[in-house]
Structures are given as structure tokens and as C-alpha cells.
């Protein structure tokens, strides 16, 4: 029995909660991939500023981290596809997509800075 007795009702609420949530995780996993997206080209840019690193050093990670902000990408995509009954399962594997790229950024990052 629901709230006050209005089962209907407070099934609708948690459904209008349940869309709004999923909202929110989409545009923060959509802000995840532009803020990657920033963080390679301000890495390549970086990379052609700073004289102690060369082309051929910043190339690579570039590369690398464009493959996978793809995939990233192709994650988010999915979860926005996504049933509601396998949002959750696909929920980790996008965290875990995001997390990859997050490693794989810093490791950028810590390269070029080291230099």
C-alpha cells in the first residue's frame, strides 16, 4: 500500500524520479565526454607549445586517447538506448568506459608534464 493509501500515484512519482535520475546520469556522462574531449586537445595543444616535448611523443597518446573517448562515446549512446531494465548493468560498464579514460588522460597528462 502506497502513501495514504495511493499506490497509483506514488508509482507515478517514482517513475517521474526514475526519469528524472536517468536525465541527470545522461547529462553528466555527456559533460564526461566533452570534458575529455577538452582535456585531448588541451593536451595536443600543450604538446605544441611546450618545446621539450616532441610531435612524436604527444602523437601516440592522442591517438590513444581518441579511440577512446570513441568508445566512451559509444557507451553513452547505449545507456541512452538503453531498457530500463538493464540500465543499471549498463550503468558500471559505462562508469567503467569513463574510468579508462579518465586513467588514460592522467597517464597523458603525467607524460607530457614530464616531458
Known amino acids: ?22 536525465a541527470l546520469t545522461e547529462s553528466v556522462q555527456a559533460s564526461q565526454v566533452d570534458l575529455a574531449a577538452g ?6 595543444l600543450q604538446g605544441q607549445v611546450d618545446k ?30 538503453a531498457a530500463s ?5 549498463l550503468q558500471g560498464g559505462v562508469r567503467d568506459s569513463f574510468a579508462t579514460l579518465r586513467n588514460s588522460v592522467n597517464h597523458a597528462a603525467e607524460q607530457i608534464t614530464k616531458g
Open 1 to 22: 500500500m502506497g502513501i495514504f493509501g495511493n499506490d497509483k500515484l506514488q508509482d507515478e512519482r517514482i517513475d517521474a524520479l526514475e526519469r528524472h535520475v536517468r
Open 39 to 44: 582535456w585531448i586537445a588541451i593536451l595536443a
Open 52 to 81: 621539450r616535448v616532441t610531435a612524436s611523443d604527444v602523437d601516440p597518446a592522442m591517438s590513444d586517447l581518441n579511440e577512446k573517448l570513441g568508445i566512451a562515446r559509444k557507451q553513452l549512446e547505449a545507456s541512452s538506448a
Open 85 to 89: 531494465e538493464s540500465w543499471a548493468t
